[in-house]
């Protein structure tokens, strides 16, 4: 017996190990999630602090809208239909103005006609009696959710109505169809109309008043940032590709190729941004009516511009270069025509951004486009003295330079565009002697 209990402490010493390396490791390891995840936080909070700020603002408007719960004598009048003002304010809130604005202006507005429609509809059914008055709700339901699904499909609807259009079919839905069983059901409908409305009065509010986020101030911010992008990287292409033989082996700085990549998938952001934009009020410079649609025409420009961007990054692939000599011969009017469309781009960025007049662009402009003559001429020049052996050599050459003046006339066309813009927006002008470049 003495033996038994002998041989059964290492077994049980053995399993005591085993379940506190077990336990070191759990503890280790959720020490290392949070951790992970305090990282995470930190690095959300800093790259967006005013996401933060949203967080408190949301957490205001329900606090202040669950008042309605709290004070005895708002609870007289909401009674239990206080409950929609939460659920408004949680469903509106969004982390823009425009995106609030918009969603609380659909809800309400939706949640209006759709029961207005319920209590017009059902009233109109009574008319038929208890035989026909089913049909006819069943009818009506089915004619109008069907319009309102059918209207969802046209894009301008969708992209502006869609939230609202959904409320609408709910709404609709439940007014007639409980309005049948219940004859209180039209009373409850709106009172909870009522508390919708204060939801979304609440929200926006709180959203417009407390540290806003104006989100046509963000499209502004990147369609200027693009077109700085798009600027930096022809500026840097003129010397990574032109540069001379002897240097050809020397490391540059190409971090300015992937600047540009991120305007190529810009589209998305640009056109939800101007979506929101047009339901802000006026604010600052960015008067009523707004011309947001003429910053899509920049973005969309500016993409064009990317695209040809994106053919000529593959150039300064060394196995697909040219000759050096024949480079070298081009080099220069290359460089011209780059460096002054870059600096025509960093120029509109800039008058993007501070909404002022552009200057001096013009004078960019046309630099870019003398160049472009003088490289068809010298361009004319070499493909005479060439035998056909290094006509196939020089077909990189042709490609850079006919991309180039491609990109020369879409920086003219953005130019243009934002002429355009700032006419419409009303951009200050500003003295041309402060503006002169040094030479």
Not at 140 to 159: G, S
């Amino acid at each position: 017996m003495a033996l038994m209990v002998s041989g059964s402490q290492p077994n049980t010493g053995s399993q005591t190990c085993r379940w506190w390396i077990f336990l070191k490791d759990l503890s280790e390891k959720a020490k290392n999630k949070v951790v992970d995840v305090a990282g995470k936080v930190n690095k959300l909070g800093r790259d967006e602090p005013r996401r933060i700020i949203h967080c408190l603002k949301v957490g205001l408007a329900i606090t202040l809208v669950s008042l309605l719960y709290y004070v005895q004598p708002l609870y007289k009048i909401f009674g239990e239909c206080g409950v929609w003002a939460v659920l408004t304010v949680v469903l509106v809130s969004e982390f823009t103005v425009g995106g609030t604005l918009g969603r609380g202006l659909n809800r309400t507005f939706a949640t209006l006609l759709g029961g207005a429609l319920g209590v017009a509809v059902e009233r109109l059914a009574a008319i038929f009696g208890d035989i026909g008055q089913p049909i006819v709700l069943g009818l009506f339901v089915m004619i109008i959710n069907a319009v309102v699904t059918f209207v969802r499909f046209f894009p301008e609807m969708k992209a502006r109505y869609d939230y609202g259009l959904i409320i609408l079919m709910l709404t609709f839905s439940m007014v007639s169809i409980s309005g049948y069983r219940d004859e209180e059901a039209l009373i409850i409908a709106y009172e909870r109309v009522l508390t919708i409305i204060v939801g979304c009065v609440i929200a926006v509010l709180v959203c417009i008043f407390i540290c806003p986020v104006w989100v046509g101030e963000d499209l502004q911010r990147l369609i200027a940032a693009n077109l700085e992008k798009l600027g930096c990287f022809l500026e840097a292409f003129g010397s990574a590709y032109c540069r001379v033989a002897g240097d050809a082996q020397i490391k540059i700085d190409e971090s300015f190729l992937q600047g540009y990549k991120s305007v190529l998938t810009s589209k998305s952001s640009e056109e939800t941004m101007a979506n929101l934009a047009r339901w802000e009020p006026g604010h600052g410079r960015f008067l009523f009516r707004h011309p947001w649609k003429q910053y899509l025409k920049v973005g969309t420009l500016a993409r064009e511009c990317s695209y040809k961007i994106e053919i000529l990054s593959r150039h300064l692939a060394p196995e697909i270069q040219a000759p050096q000599e024949i480079r070298g011969e081009i080099q220069e009017s290359c460089r011209e025509m780059t460096r002054e469309s870059g600096k025509a781009l960093k120029k509109l960025a800039e008058a993007i951004r501070t909404m002022t007049l552009p200057t001096v662009i013009d004078f960019h402009v046309e630099n870019s486009k003398a160049a472009a003559k003088n490289l068809v001429a010298l361009w004319e020049d070499i493909t005479t003295t060439l035998d056909d052996t290094t006509l196939l050599e020089i077909i990189p050459v042709a490609a850079v330079t006919s991309t180039v003046m491609d990109i020369v006339i879409c920086s003219e066309k953005i130019s243009e565009a934002v002429k355009e813009l700032a006419s419409l927006a009303h951009f200050k002008s500003i003295d041309p002697i402060l503006t002169q470049e040094e030479p």
